[in-house]
């Protein structure tokens, strides 16, 4: 089994949730792996922006 996950920020930078996927091994090779990593963390920091996360630090 292999699973990636990338956590989704609030307002305030804590981790209200996170969003995972997880495969067999056999399906789940390293290459696709990282593709994966990067549209889920797409994902997440769209949400977190949705949340009001400021990547820079400063509050919405």
Not at 46 to 51: F, P
Not at 54 to 60: K, L
Request: proline residues 8%; glycine residues 12%.
């Amino acid at each position: 089994m292999r699973c990636i996950a990338v956590p989704v920020f609030d307002t305030g930078g804590t981790v209200p949730g996170s969003i995972a996927i997880s495969r067999p091994a056999s399906r789940f090779d390293i290459p696709k792996l990282d593709e994966l990593r990067g549209i889920l963390q797409s994902y997440a920091d769209g949400l977190s922006r949705e949340l009001g996360w400021n990547p820079t630090g400063n509050q919405n």
